[in-house]
């Protein structure tokens, strides 16, 4: 099946700074790629979606001005979360789709930020 | 707008034995996708089922098998010969096409007891 990777699979920063999460597909190209949040004990909440070469689309409530994304490839995204603070504290999961992949989207394996 | 509900956030079932998860959905489409996903402790989505609305027949994957009721809008998962690798979270989710955002319900931890 294809793969997606994420990069760091865990980040600290401190409260203030800015952290930047990739998401790549490996063996596709993603047409479609999209941005999850997951709080413990919760389920999977959509953030953005993004497609290569053109403007996320984000969800309702989600500050696009703190969690910028960036699909400049057909094969990487990236989510920066600016000013981090703790609330933003939380695991991160992307997930991919192409015309190859057919009907599934593929996750990657998430990524932890802790923002102290 | 489309929703995903699961009526049951904890269930367990001793090892071999059969259990059912519940599922249910609201959408006005008629051509859709239905999924149940696993995460386990790692945290890893991995698709354990899918269907096809357009398609009568229920899917099936090895020790997994779903109950797709399309006009009462249900979507079941049945796990048999329960293993203890099964121990995780369970996600019932929506999607209109691969290129669509995926609805996910709330979830059922399932727990597999030797």
């Known amino acids: 099946g294809a793969v997606v990777s994420q990069h760091p699979s865990r980040v600290i920063c401190k409260s203030g700074t800015s952290v930047k999460i990739e998401c790549r597909s490996l063996d596709f190209q993603a047409t479609t790629m999209f941005w999850y949040r997951q709080f413990p004990k919760q389920s999977l909440m959509l953030m953005a979606t993004?497609?290569?070469?053109?403007?996320?689309?984000?969800e309702q409530g989600v500050e696009k001005d703190k969690f910028l994304i960036n699909h400049a490839s057909l094969t990487l995204s990236t989510l920066t979360v600016t000013s981090a603070h703790p609330e933003d504290s939380s695991f991160y999961i992307c997930s991919a789709s192409s015309t190859r992949t057919g009907d599934e989207q593929y996750f990657g394996p998430g990524t932890r930020l802790t923002v102290t | 707008a489309q929703t995903v509900t699961q009526s049951q956030p904890e269930m367990s079932v001793q090892e071999a034995e059969t259990v059912t998860l519940s599922c249910t959905y609201d959408?006005?489409?008629?051509?859709?996708?239905l999924f149940w996903y696993k995460q386990p402790p790692s945290r890893q989505m991995i698709l354990v089922i899918r269907q096809e609305a357009y398609k009568q027949q229920n899917a099936t994957e090895n020790r997994f098998s779903v109950n797709f009721q399309k006009a009462a809008k249900s979507f079941s998962l049945k796990i048999s010969d329960s293993q203890l690798g099964d121990t995780a979270m369970y996600f019932c989710a929506f999607t209109r096409t691969s290129y669509d955002k995926v609805i996910f319900g709330p979830g059922t931890s399932l727990s597999v007891i030797p």
């Open positions: 993004s497609n290569e070469g053109s403007k996320a689309t984000y």
């Open positions: 959408t006005s489409e008629n051509n859709y996708y």
